[in-house]
């Protein structure tokens, strides 16, 4: 593998410098601002690496390859783009790239008004990391299951499916046409499967929970629930999750 064996599962990422494609003084302030809000929201997030944004500048000057600039930075995602405005309007494109192999794991465009008190640099921030974020755990999860507590001792396949109905899951809360019906479906599948599949079953009881399924009726979804909650606590009594679930499920 390219990268250390300690880097394997790390989440990790670095935001290069966005390039001014109209080399315009107020659209390269709006790319440097967006670059640092991007790197502020990544910040916040519990558990995530993210490398300074003078190092990833320093490495991006030096027109290196993205394996190299990961490898320098030890992150296992580094995220580019570039800026542009059209018409009254700003574009930004972004991909997040996977330093293993330089495949774009997320690609995304932004067309949105431009203004001058960084309103729209701020709401492209916010979105584009919720979104990277999501997809990097994804990613990781699908190519180092082994590194993940909730896949050990589960079988393969349901492991897949559940990796699936996360992307649908986050497709769909972050507008990128993924269905949460799908999702759940997916869950399904994964638990029968593997009904020993802890976390599956206490996502499918979030699921039944909240009624995800219309078909379901109020009675039907809490039963499920509380069926899928109950063989959780039975494996793992001190589960704070399935509690907290088992309090949601009499309160909805």
Do not use: C
Not at 190 to 218: G, K, S
């Amino acid at each position: 593998p390219i990268l250390d064996k300690d880097l394997d599962a790390s989440k990790s990422i670095a935001v290069l410098p966005f390039t001014n494609l109209d080399e315009q003084e107020g659209i390269d302030g709006f790319s440097k601002g967006l670059v640092d809000a991007i790197l502020d929201e990544l910040a916040q997030i519990e558990n995530l690496k993210v490398a300074s944004r003078t190092s990833s500048s320093l490495l991006h000057n030096q027109n290196l390859s993205i394996e190299t600039i990961g490898r320098k930075l030890k992150v296992n995602y580094v995220m580019e783009g570039s800026v542009q405005e059209l018409g009254g309007k700003i574009r930004v494109i972004a991909q997040l790239i996977r330093v293993e192999d330089e495949f774009h794991v997320l690609s995304r465009t932004y067309t949105e008004p431009l203004d001058h008190n960084f309103t729209t640099a701020s709401e492209i921030s916010k979105h584009l990391a919720r979104n990277a974020f999501n997809k990097l755990i994804i990613d990781l999860k699908r190519l180092h299951p082994q590194y993940f507590q909730e896949f050990h001792g589960v079988n393969p396949e349901a492991v897949e499916l559940y990796i699936q109905s996360m992307e649908q899951y986050s497709d769909a809360i972050n507008g990128e046409g993924g269905n949460k019906l799908v999702a759940m479906q997916l869950v399904e599948r994964a638990v029968n499967i593997d009904p020993n599949f802890l976390e599956a079953q206490l996502d499918l009881a979030w699921n039944y929970i909240f009624r995800i399924n219309p078909e379901l009726t109020a009675e039907e979804s809490s039963q499920r629930a509380h069926a899928a909650i109950e063989l959780v606590l039975a494996k793992d009594p001190g589960s704070i999750i399935a509690q907290f679930f088992l309090v949601q499920t009499y309160l909805y």
